[in-house]
Nanobody
Framework: VQLQASGGGLVRPGRSRRLSCAASGRTFSIYDMGWFRQAPGKEREFVAAINHSGGSTYYADSVKGRFAISRDNAKNTVYLQMNSLKPGDTAVYYC??????????????????WGQGTQVTVSS
């Protein structure tokens, strides 16, 4: 599966942004999906994940209550709605996919396929 992330840009603190990740192929609905981010000089970190059906979602503590992950299997797309953005959310955001990550949803090594990343900058 090939992944294409989009929706990044410059955002004012406190505002919202929605990222999209479009997947190629007709088997998108069997993949668990995740969002990760990497800030300059820092390691890539888990942000959110959603299972193949959309019935289970998981979040990093740093974004819980502010971000929401969702998917539309008919459109082969996963979304990351980001609200109340903070300067600390500035990073390159990556979407990732794999078959059944299970309890390893927060580990980047669990994902086989990665998108190219989209830059989100939160600044006034």
């Amino acid at each position: 599966v090939q992944l294409q992330a989009s929706g990044g840009g410059l955002v004012r603190p406190g505002r919202s942004r929605r990222l999209s990740c479009a997947a190629s192929g007709r088997t998108f609905s069997i993949y668990d999906m995740g969002w990760f981010r990497q800030a300059p000089g820092k390691e890539r970190e888990f942000v959110a994940a959603i299972n193949h059906s959309g019935g289970s979602t998981y979040y990093a503590d740093s974004v819980k209550g502010r971000f929401a992950i969702s998917r539309d299997n008919a459109k082969n797309t996963v979304y990351l709605q980001m609200n109340s953005l903070k300067p600390g959310d500035t990073a390159v955001y990556y979407c990732a996919a794999s078959l059944y990550v299970g309890t390893r949803y927060s580990q980047s090594s669990a994902y086989l396929y990665w998108g190219q990343g989209t830059q989100v900058t939160v600044s006034s």
